[in-house]
């Protein structure tokens, strides 16, 4: 009985560490993003892990490091730029989890800082022998297009995303 | 001695488990509330929960309900609107918490993403047989009035608000 | 083997707790100082510890205490002032840590509500008899100086920071 017990101590223990180590990926992507880090950047994902994102999708690792080292990312760097994550409500399920956050950018201008945007964030995770890794993340502009608030629910119900939600409007 | 370590072991867990329920509650309003998830905010209350805001007083689940389901609610999700709750300080006693945190409600405008205001939140919690539910939320404008510091203050260093300290001005 | 197992599941929760003391140390701060608790402040620091933003260092509690007690800051508060600061990634070795997070300074004005200035933080923590407290927080303004950027870099790979990621531009 004892070892039962021990064995269920360490599983709840396990599943307190995943949800840390998922919290710690999503709260290093901005300070990460926002200093340049390529190489940490594209290793928070898995080699063929996907950043969906409005404008653009990024397909594997390689592309997830080029965009942090293209000129335009590196232009919000040097004016000054806050990718700033939200804490992050996680659903863990065995070697899968999803989470859910809001996310800010915002920048410094000529006029002062300014948010450019607010965004609802998806994030599809799995466990890798390496450790945590993000497969796909999805995000929205909150500007009023209704696949952000979806994603948002599926997000704070712990659903993955089907194609439908992730919709180019 | 074992069972004794064991039982303590436990305890100390059960109170990580308890922190993380919490936090994980506070970090799923935001993205309920951003994408009209009526029912689900309304559950994060207990039945008689107290909603507490500036302009309104949200007394029990289905105020809370009816208020993400109104035409001025909709209106903000379909416009594009991030209720950007910050991370709680957490302060647990036994089957009672409080927690504090800062909140950002920021909209899509004609103009861009503005930040529309920025609230002081003190969260009491008490656990039910289902879980963690909110008894009461109150939150204030930081906008100079001088309740919503002393509700910092007051959820910062763990304690409940009594009536002047929700005082309207 | 039993009581090396319950010794190893104690270190694992210790850990835990430790990460939990620092976020909940580091989410206070807000809460603290936008409600002008200036000794509570001041204790989330050692006595010697050092809070080093751009445009001022601040060399010990009593420093702090009075950056709190200021006629500056007290005008923030009368104002209405949200110090945002949003969830650190942290990075635990025995008795020190390091954590980054971003910051954002909101503030009422005649116009509304605006983002005074996005900013990055690096903490270096240490354990002391009576619990965490901060060595040196070093905070930038994310404007395009370089040493911004850099210790992000340095925060979110839990390295501490040499003279040179501090200069004042």
């Given at each position: 009985m004892t070892d039962d017990s021990l064995a269920a101590l360490s599983r709840r223990l396990q599943r307190l560490e995943d949800e840390r180590d998922i919290a710690a990926l999503i709260a290093s992507y901005g300070p990460l993003v926002d200093s340049g880090s390529a190489d940490d950047v594209s290793e928070?994902?898995?080699?063929?892990g996907v950043y969906d994102v409005d404008e653009l999708c990024l397909d594997g690792a390689d592309a997830i490091r080029a965009m942090v080292r293209s000129p335009a990312h590196q232009r919000w760097i040097a004016d000054g730029c806050a990718h700033f994550v939200g804490p992050a409500k996680i659903t863990l399920t065995g070697d899968d989890a999803i989470a859910v956050c809001h996310s800010l950018m915002v920048v410094n201008t000529v006029d002062g800082f300014v948010v450019r945007r607010a965004t609802a964030n998806h994030w599809h995770l799995e466990r890798q022998d390496e450790g945590w890794r993000v497969v796909r993340r999805t995000s929205r502009v909150l500007?009023?297009?209704?696949e952000s608030p979806d994603l948002l629910a599926a997000g704070a119900h712990g659903r993955r995303l089907g194609p439908v939600d992730r919709a180019q409007e």
């Open positions: 928070l994902w898995t080699e063929d500007d009023g297009r209704t």
